[in-house]
């Protein structure tokens, strides 16, 4: 059971944590992330490439030449894995990990025990956040293709 993880991309060359991103595919082999560039004007699609040259098969790098809204880059994402057989469960974070990989196993663990969980949010309880930051958090999240129901993690 392969996690596709949807990761949009504005201009983050400065900001990337590839690091993170690394130490996640070198602990958790049923991830694969899509990194999707939403029309940066910096370098982004180069460290993006970069990246992928250490780990092609499990990262994928769509360009999208226009900036275009968030909700758009992520189903673009969404489609692509659609595309991949091997892939059950999709969900996207922020570039800049407002969610990173801590509680990542705590998340897949639960999905694999309990199949009828269709989706599960991150951990929105930090400190030092403001209500839109929290909210912008509850975007992580994993969905099966079926119609199962919501679970709190």
């Known amino acids: 059971m392969k996690v596709g993880i949807i990761i ?3 201009n983050e060359e400065g900001q990337m944590n590839i690091n993170s991103f690394r130490r996640c595919l070198l602990s958790c082999a049923d991830v694969h992330f899509c990194f999707v560039n939403n029309g940066s004007k910096d370098r982004t699609l180069d460290v993006l490439h970069t990246f992928k040259s250490e780990f092609e098969d499990r990262v994928a790098v769509i360009n999208m030449k226009k900036t275009q809204s ?4 992520i189903r673009v994402g969404a ?3 659609y595309s991949i057989p091997s892939i059950k469960y999709v969900g996207y974070l922020d570039e800049d990990l407002s969610n990173d990989f801590e509680n990542f ?3 897949f663990k639960k999905v694999k025990q309990n199949r009828k969980i269709a989706m599960i949010f991150g951990d929105i309880n930090r400190e030092g956040r403001n209500l839109f930051q929290k909210l912008v958090s509850l975007w992580f999240f994993f969905l099966n293709s079926s119609n199962k129901p919501i679970a709190p993690l």
């Open 79 to 81: 489609r692509y894995y």
């Open 70 to 73: 968030k909700s758009l880059v």
């Open 8 to 10: 949009p991309c504005y």
């Open 105 to 107: 196993d705590a998340m």
